[in-house]
């Protein structure tokens, strides 16, 4: 297991802690996730590599992983992922191209894992 693949494991028990304190909070994000990224005018791709931008911006390992997981599942290129990561740097400058190329490093890795099996 690489980099990314371990921030989201050892985020889920964390998670999983958390949601059996506030079981409604955690359904209701997650049927919000579910609708905000669901084929629309703009298809999950995108919607994945959106939401992995302001990752970026927000400097949020655990948000760059999951949609960078979620572009490279959705069939996002890895020239995809660095122009989203790129639009990221033109609104946040400095310290995005820090979270930047984490998450574009983070998008390869799941892509190369998605492209093996």
């Given at each position: 297991?690489?980099h990314h693949?371990?921030?989201?494991?050892?985020?889920?028990?964390?998670?999983?802690?958390?949601?059996?304190?506030?079981?409604?909070?955690?359904?209701g994000f997650?049927?919000?996730?579910?609708?905000?990224?669901?084929?629309g005018a703009?298809?999950?791709?995108?919607?994945?590599?959106?939401?992995?931008?302001?990752?970026?911006?927000?400097?949020?390992?655990?948000?760059?992983?999951?949609?960078?997981?979620?572009?490279?599942?959705?069939?996002?290129?890895?020239?995809?992922?660095?122009?989203?990561?790129?639009?990221?740097?033109?609104?946040?400058?400095?310290?995005?191209?820090?979270?930047?190329?984490?998450?574009?490093?983070?998008?390869?890795?799941?892509?190369?894992?998605?492209?093996?099996?």
């Amino acid at each position: 297991m690489t980099h990314h693949h371990d921030v989201l494991t050892e985020l889920n028990p964390q998670h999983r802690a958390l949601r059996e304190m506030i079981p409604d909070v955690y359904r209701g994000f997650g049927e919000m996730s579910k609708a905000a990224l669901q084929d629309g005018a703009l298809d999950t791709k995108f919607k994945e590599l959106i939401a992995m931008a302001i990752g970026v911006v927000h400097g949020c390992d655990g948000c760059i992983a999951s949609h960078a997981r979620g572009a490279a599942r959705a069939g996002a290129t890895k020239e995809e992922a660095a122009e989203a990561i790129g639009v990221s740097i033109l609104m946040h400058g400095g310290p995005a191209t820090i979270y930047g190329a984490r998450a574009y490093n983070a998008f390869c890795e799941f892509a190369d894992t998605t492209a093996a099996v």
